[in-house]
């Protein structure tokens, strides 16, 4: 599962890999600055700074 952060760790929205993630990629655009980071658990997360 992909989780989606802003930079204060305010979850914006999780999603599954598949059909949701060319959104959930199209969702990170929009915010700009983003880094894709890994939890010791191996959960995927996107950190997104706000403009």
């Known amino acids: 599962m992909l989780k989606v952060y802003f930079a204060e760790n305010e979850a914006i929205g999780s999603l ?22 890994k939890s010791l658990m191996g959960e995927e997360s996107f950190l997104v700074k706000k403009a």
């Open 16 to 37: 599954r890999y598949g059909g949701g993630f060319i959104y959930g990629e199209m969702m990170i655009a929009l915010f700009g600055n983003f880094k894709l980071s």
